[in-house]
């Protein structure tokens, strides 16, 4: 009888942990992502909840369900946590818009594991389009969410990861589904959130594209 030595060992225990991540990575069954809500815009409930809802549909498209965690609460060390940050263009934080520029609707930086949204461009920008609120606004969430997550910076030319903001159909746009393969491993592995050292925020305008 032949015999495995430790090394030998060892290494297919690697090669089985590698591909049971790989696998997960693309089976059917989601991944959690915990994302804290702070809502310093005071959005009315029913929005919220209407807005979360459409959040939610997104992310579970890319195979992630997300956790939604009051402020002060904490998660588990494994789970991975993003803040979310609700806040309106008039506060002493939100940076200055340029008139002969495009509205900025939300915002990332590329360090960093919290994105902001300006509610009160958001629902500005609603009135100018067919779509409803909620769904701008979760629209634009994700988008945030996406960068926060996603290791490109650069924007998509379609999807939920487009660099303005859909105000027409269809309602809701998706991450694709290289995208959402990326988000899932990434989840699996270990919060990584965007690589350090540059001081770019990415930035998310309104339009119709």
Known sequence: MKRVGIGACLALLAALHVGAVAA???????VELAIEW??????PLGLTDETKAEVDRTFHAA???????????SMH?????????????????????????????G????????????????????AQGQLSTSV???????????????PTSRHAS??????RVALQGPALRQFSSEQSRVIRAALLNGPRLNECGRREVHRLAEGSK
Do not use: K
Not at 63 to 73: Q, Y
Not at 109 to 120: I, R
Not at 158 to 163: A, K, L, N
């Open 136 to 150: 701008v606004l979760a629209n634009v969430i994700a988008h945030e969410l996406g960068h926060l997550l996603l």
């Open 24 to 30: 997960a990575a693309q089976g059917p069954g989601p």
């Open 158 to 163: 379609f999807g939920v990861m487009g660099e």
């Open 38 to 43: 702070r809502d310093v815009a005071r959005v």
């Open 107 to 126: 915002l990332a930086p590329t360090c960093g594991a919290w994105a902001q949204v300006f509610y009160d461009r958001v629902t500005a920008a609603v």
């Open 77 to 105: 060390a494994d789970s991975p946590m993003l803040t979310l940050i609700l806040v309106r263009s008039s506060m002493r934080d939100a940076p200055r818009q340029d008139d002969s520029g495009p509205v900025t609707l």
């Open 63 to 73: 195979g992630v369900r997300i956790v939604w965690v009051e402020p002060g609460r």
